[in-house]
């Protein structure tokens, strides 16, 4: 056995360091050398290898936590199917109530349908184990266009179409987002989720006008107006989107083009109704007359100087911003290049 170099104390202190692999490159060495002609030490160090109690405590503290989880879910999912029956009241008193009157089950599937939009808001998030807040908008969604149906049917009309899909369009705009940011999504579209929610909001305002032309029995000039009206109005929140989302600029310049965009829908705005519809009305950016003076203008004259107020300040804001993020830009490109000339 070779001589010992070290104290054993010292190198005890020194041993958690080296299992971690933590310690300096001398310090590994000493405690390498002295292990090596200390049984003690050497047996110190085999016990400090053994992670089994280590997996033990981490394997009880999830069983812990598991177990509460488990007893935290059974007791929500029970408070859920408390208030289930608590719903349950109110319909089969209408029940008996539809029925002693002589009724057929007609206005108690309104009250069905309600309860049901209750239940989705209250029930649902209370069962559900995993995203049960989507399941909650989910729920809520079909329950109310059940609602719609059932009223619209007890009325005997023919409204449903336009108020369930008025209903999904007006929903989807402030929950699509979170419920498609929610949940998975095919390979194509899992990295286009904003895009997704995008092209489900455009889609369902296109439907919205179709299924407002068939309720109407509308002529080809509804349909010629609505389509391309729609579509202008959608060109500027769908520039937006793909400056914010897809450009490869800074801020100032994805600030700067949307400036200017916006100043342009504006400035443009009435001319493409009169193109769209034919009617004159409004006044129009080529009637702009800056020379002419407030008093005795003709409001469309006025209304073109505002149009082109609006377009002129519109640009140079952009203008301006565009100049400062491409300088930013630069500046930055600059400190780049001296950063890796430096180095």
């Known amino acids: 056995m070779g001589e010992i170099k070290y104290d054993c104390e010292l190198i005890q202190d020194l041993l958690p360091l080296y299992q971690d692999g933590i310690c300096s490159q001398s310090s590994r060495k000493a405690v390498e050398e002295h292990i090596q002609s200390c049984s003690n030490c050497r047996e110190v160090a085999d016990k400090l290898k053994d992670y089994k109690i280590d997996e033990i405590l981490i394997q009880e503290k999830n069983n812990i936590l598991t177990t509460h989880e488990r007893k935290e879910r059974r007791k929500t999912f029970t408070v859920g199917i408390i208030t289930a029956g608590i719903l349950l009241v109110p319909m089969m008193i209408c029940l008996?109530?539809?029925?002693?009157?002589?009724?057929?089950?007609?206005?108690?599937?309104?009250?069905?349908?309600?309860?049901l939009v209750v239940a989705s808001l209250t029930t649902l998030p209370l069962v559900m184990e995993k995203r049960k807040w989507v399941w909650t908008i989910i729920g809520f969604t079909v329950s109310l266009i059940f609602l719609l149906l059932v009223c619209c049917i007890y009325t005997r009309g023919s409204w449903f179409l336009v108020a369930a899909v008025s209903s999904i369009l007006g929903l989807s705009v402030f929950l699509a987002p979170y419920v498609i940011y929610n949940i998975p999504l095919p390979q194509l579209l899992k990295d286009k989720r904003g895009l997704t929610v995008m092209m489900w909001d455009t889609l369902w305002l296109y439907i919205l006008i179709a299924v407002c032309g068939i309720y109407v029995h509308a002529d080809s000039y509804y349909w010629h107006t609505a389509l391309l009206l729609t579509t202008y109005c959608l060109w500027l929140p769908w520039f937006i989107f793909m400056v914010c989302r897809y450009f490869k600029v800074n801020g100032f310049t994805r600030a700067g083009l949307i400036v200017m965009a916006s100043g342009i829908f504006t400035g443009f705005t009435n001319d493409a109704i009169s193109a769209v519809t034919g009617v004159q009305n409004g006044g129009s950016i080529f009637d702009a007359d800056i020379t002419a003076g407030y008093t005795g203008s003709s409001l469309r004259v006025l209304n073109g100087n505002i149009m082109l107020t609006v377009l002129i300040i519109s640009i140079l804001a952009g203008g301006l911003l565009i100049a400062g993020g491409m300088t930013m830009k630069g500046k930055g490109d600059r400190d780049e290049w001296k950063r890796d000339k430096k180095n």
């Open 96 to 115: 008996i109530c539809n029925l002693a009157i002589g009724h057929a089950l007609d206005w108690f599937f309104i009250v069905l349908a309600s309860m």
